[in-house]
């Protein structure tokens, strides 16, 4: 069963999600490459934010796996506009 600061966690990622298309779309960069950007460092300050000051919970070392493979989707992210806007693709 899902804990309080689970679901908090789980709310706060899914909304910072939400808000991070919502608002590339109202200003008009709605890409895969800025999405994944906006939405790998919002996810790592969200899960900086919700994390408790004393102990960490068996749940939260369970993120570091995602946390990894999100940030290497980040980094192939700012190679690929890298890239595009040099020309080498």
Do not use: C, E, K, N
Request: charged share 10%; aromatic share 6%.
């Amino acid at each position: 069963m899902a804990t309080h600061a689970q679901r908090r966690t789980l709310r706060l990622l899914v909304g910072w999600l939400l808000v991070s298309v919502a608002g590339l779309a109202a200003v008009d960069a709605l890409t895969v490459s800025h999405w994944v950007v906006v939405s790998v460092l919002g996810a790592l300050v969200v899960v900086q934010w919700t994390a408790p000051l004393s102990v960490l919970p068996v749940w939260r070392r369970r993120l570091r796996l995602p946390l990894a493979l999100s940030i290497l989707a980040f980094l192939a992210a700012v190679v690929y506009d890298l890239s595009v806007q040099v020309g080498a693709l």
